[in-house]
């Protein structure tokens, strides 16, 4: 059940008139009253006596006992009340309660306080009334609405469980605005799948998204072609800024801006700042060195950089945690900009799930999450990837990665009961899900063959080392398809100088792995993460590998426990 308080108005008359006619789309069906202040107004839709004018001079009549100075500016309050598409359909007495007790809640009308305001409630569709109200009580004195938004919320959550409905999360006021309806029939009529709002939104995020100053970030902005207006100060400074789409535009033709504070909290111009100004003054952080080029060793970075954040996250202070979430919102962001065509819609809408899990009451501490921005900025300087070859295998390789910081970031919310960020990223989890498959399909269909070509004395050897690394895990990674992978994936370890039993017990050791729906998938990125080995094999045939290696080796984790060993002579 979603409540919403819309704009306060001038005229009951042309709020009436919009609630009782069929509607611009014609989805106003059957309009008529369910409830109202005195259980007895006039309903102009079932009453061929009644008219619209006869209620709207009932419902102001207060007005009248105040005199012109005191009577407020805007005294129309309005709110919509709407069901889930999957909720039973409600009769109009339990649409009548629901009235009720959301201008209690409000603190329009309290039987209990005898003089309240008056009010009427209207349905003209299956799932959702609308309520108009006069901001004047019966006695000239106004009704305190403070904080009336998150009573009527409070009381949308009490009645979805009395009545059997879809429960919805709590919010915390942290979340982006909601598109208005009327945005919503525009985008409809102009074809577009989501309202001009959330498509700048979603540009602005990926504009961000690594960047490190405000030139680059606006140049982005331009370069996506959105228009763009800056608030300066008389003094020059930058203080604010708006952005439109070209071909949004008002009744007099003129596009329509938007705040950036007003797309989302967080891409505010201070907020966005604070970014920047981290960067340049992180703890404890060396100079960044010049990142390579190409797209593959951007998502090789990428996945290094969220192999790390999980445990931050996982145990982590609480600020600096937050500032990771934060940052892997922009990581997606800026996967999901240079994907290939395969990959890029479950990535697109992962970034877009993320987004409201990117942000929470715990304020951010900016400046440790420089490594999960810098492998961002890499993404978008390395351009779009092929999305076949080593780019493909990389993508997936970050994309697991990813999968598990964001299944981090969900128990971290869960944790804090942060509901609804907790659902976002759960849904954000589920789309990196099918994009990993997507992702992952041809690079691991190529480590599968090589698998099974393994002569036998060799795979029986791989399947000793599983069994010593990993004896509780053992069988059930044998069941698994994905097990030639693996064992593909271990002989190259071992040809690369490690040892593959001690590199395997360390790669299932360091992070859970229930949330995987195959460990051996997992396993096999993790190692050649951690090996340094080539992620895309299907043109390389073993006796050639080493040479792949040693293009690689500067990107091998800093020296440490990776199970490095001499070759046996």
Same mark, same amino acid.
């Given at each position: 059940?979603?409540?919403?308080?819309?704009? =306060?108005?001038?005229?009951?008359?042309?709020?009436?008139?919009?609630?009782?006619?069929?509607?611009?789309?014609?989805?106003?069906?059957?309009?008529?009253?369910?409830?109202?202040?005195?259980?007895? #107004?006039?309903?102009?839709?079932?009453?061929?006596?009644?008219?619209?004018?006869?209620?709207?001079?009932?419902?102001?009549?207060? %007005?009248?006992?105040?005199?012109?100075?005191?009577?407020?500016?805007?005294?129309?309050?309005? %709110?919509?009340?709407?069901? @889930?598409?999957?909720?039973?359909?409600?009769?109009?007495?339990?649409?009548?309660?629901?009235?009720?007790?959301?201008?209690?809640?409000?603190?329009?009308?309290?039987?209990?306080?005898?003089?309240?305001?008056?009010?009427?409630?209207?349905?003209?569709?299956?799932?959702?009334?609308?309520?108009?109200?006069?901001?004047?009580?019966?006695?000239?004195?106004?009704?305190?609405?403070?904080?009336?938004?998150?009573?009527?919320?409070?009381? @949308?959550?009490?009645?979805?469980?009395?009545?059997?409905?879809?429960?919805?999360?709590?919010?915390?006021?942290?979340?982006?605005?909601?598109?208005?309806?009327?945005?919503?029939?525009?985008?409809?009529?102009? /074809?577009?799948?989501?309202?001009?709002?959330?498509?700048?939104?979603?540009?602005?995020?990926?504009?961000?998204?690594?960047?490190?100053?405000?030139?680059?970030?606006?140049?982005?902005?331009?370069?996506?072609?959105?228009?763009?207006?800056?608030?300066?100060?008389?003094?020059?400074?930058?203080?604010?800024?708006?952005?439109?789409?070209?071909?949004?535009?008002?009744?007099?033709?003129?596009?329509?801006?938007?705040?950036?504070?007003?797309?989302?909290?967080?891409?505010?111009?201070?907020?966005?700042?604070?970014?920047?100004?981290?960067?340049?003054?992180?703890?404890?952080?060396?100079?960044?060195?010049? @990142?390579?080029? /190409?797209?593959?060793?951007?998502?090789?970075?990428?996945?290094?950089?969220?192999?790390?954040?999980?445990?931050?996250?996982?145990?982590?202070?609480?600020?600096?945690?937050?500032?990771?979430?934060? @940052?892997? /919102?922009?990581? %997606?962001?800026?996967?999901?900009?240079?994907?290939?065509?395969?990959?890029?819609?479950?990535?697109?809408?992962?970034? +877009?799930?993320?987004? =409201?899990?990117?942000?929470?009451?715990?304020?951010?501490?900016?400046?440790?999450?420089?490594?999960?921005?810098?492998?961002?900025?890499?993404?978008?300087?390395?351009?779009?990837?092929?999305?076949?070859?080593?780019?493909?295998?990389?993508?997936?390789?970050?994309?697991?990665?990813?999968?598990?910081?964001?299944?981090?970031?969900?128990? +971290?919310?869960?944790?804090?009961?942060?509901?609804?960020? #907790?659902?976002?990223?759960?849904?954000?989890?589920?789309?990196?899900?099918?994009?990993?498959?997507?992702?992952?399909?041809?690079?691991?269909?190529?480590?599968?063959?090589? /698998?099974?070509?393994?002569? =036998?004395?060799?795979?029986?050897?791989?399947?000793?080392?599983?069994?010593?690394?990993?004896?509780?895990?053992?069988?059930?990674?044998?069941?698994?398809?994905?097990?030639?992978?693996?064992?593909?994936?271990?002989?190259?370890?071992?040809?690369?100088?490690?040892?593959?039993?001690?590199?395997?017990?360390?790669?299932?050791?360091?992070?859970?792995?229930?949330?995987?729906?195959?460990?051996?998938?997992? %396993?096999?990125? =993790?190692?050649?993460?951690?090996?340094?080995?080539?992620?895309?094999?299907?043109?390389?045939?073993?006796?050639?590998?080493?040479?792949?290696?040693?293009?690689?080796?500067?990107?091998?984790?800093?020296?440490?426990?990776?199970?490095?060993?001499?070759?046996?002579?």
């Amino acid at each position: 059940m979603i409540p919403r308080i819309q704009k =306060r108005g001038q005229r009951t008359l042309g709020l009436l008139y919009y609630l009782y006619e069929p509607g611009k789309y014609e989805e106003h069906i059957d309009p008529h009253l369910v409830a109202s202040w005195d259980h007895n #107004a006039p309903d102009p839709g079932r009453d061929g006596s009644a008219t619209l004018q006869q209620l709207q001079q009932l419902l102001d009549q207060p %007005l009248e006992n105040i005199g012109e100075s005191e009577r407020p500016k805007k005294h129309v309050w309005h %709110l919509s009340v709407r069901n @889930a598409a999957e909720d039973r359909i409600l009769s109009d007495e339990e649409w009548g309660d629901i009235a009720r007790r959301m201008v209690a809640a409000a603190g329009i009308d309290d039987p209990d306080q005898g003089a309240g305001c008056r009010w009427a409630a209207v349905r003209h569709a299956d799932d959702h009334i609308h309520i108009v109200a006069t901001l004047v009580r019966e006695d000239g004195y106004k009704p305190d609405l403070d904080h009336d938004a998150a009573r009527v919320q409070a009381q @949308a959550r009490a009645l979805e469980v009395e009545l059997g409905l879809r429960r919805l999360n709590k919010g915390d006021g942290t979340a982006a605005k909601r598109p208005t309806s009327a945005e919503h029939h525009k985008a409809e009529r102009q /074809g577009r799948q989501r309202t001009a709002r959330e498509e700048l939104r979603e540009t602005v995020r990926r504009a961000v998204a690594g960047a490190t100053s405000e030139e680059e970030f606006f140049d982005r902005l331009a370069a996506a072609g959105l228009l763009i207006r800056k608030r300066v100060a008389p003094s020059g400074d930058l203080l604010g800024y708006k952005v439109a789409l070209p071909d949004d535009r008002n009744a007099k033709d003129e596009p329509v801006f938007y705040p950036g504070a007003r797309l989302a909290p967080d891409l505010s111009l201070p907020r966005i700042r604070e970014r920047w100004s981290a960067d340049s003054h992180a703890p404890n952080t060396a100079p960044r060195e010049p @990142a390579p080029s /190409g797209a593959a060793s951007a998502r090789r970075r990428t996945a290094s950089a969220a192999w790390q954040a999980v445990l931050v996250v996982e145990i982590g202070d609480d600020a600096v945690a937050a500032a990771y979430i934060a @940052a892997a /919102g922009e990581v %997606l962001d800026a996967l999901a900009k240079t994907s290939a065509a395969h990959t890029r819609s479950e990535l697109r809408e992962a970034a +877009w799930a993320f987004e =409201r899990a990117s942000r929470s009451h715990v304020r951010a501490e900016r400046g440790h999450d420089r490594a999960l921005r810098q492998a961002a900025r890499d993404l978008v300087r390395s351009g779009p990837a092929l999305g076949r070859g080593e780019d493909g295998a990389t993508t997936a390789m970050a994309i697991d990665m990813l999968f598990f910081l964001i299944t981090a970031a969900a128990h +971290w919310h869960a944790k804090k009961n942060h509901a609804q960020q #907790a659902a976002a990223a759960r849904q954000a989890a589920e789309h990196l899900r099918a994009a990993y498959q997507a992702a992952a399909a041809q690079p691991l269909g190529a480590l599968y063959q090589r /698998g099974r070509r393994l002569n =036998r004395p060799l795979r029986q050897r791989q399947t000793a080392v599983l069994r010593e690394a990993l004896p509780e895990l053992a069988e059930q990674i044998l069941a698994e398809p994905g097990w030639y992978a693996l064992a593909a994936t271990l002989a190259d370890t071992e040809s690369a100088d490690h040892d593959p039993a001690v590199l395997l017990a360390e790669a299932a050791g360091q992070r859970e792995l229930g949330s995987a729906e195959s460990v051996s998938d997992v %396993l096999v990125w =993790r190692l050649r993460r951690a090996a340094g080995l080539p992620a895309d094999t299907t043109d390389v045939a073993p006796e050639h590998q080493g040479a792949e290696r040693s293009t690689r080796r500067a990107e091998r984790p800093a020296p440490g426990r990776t199970g490095s060993r001499s070759r046996r002579q």
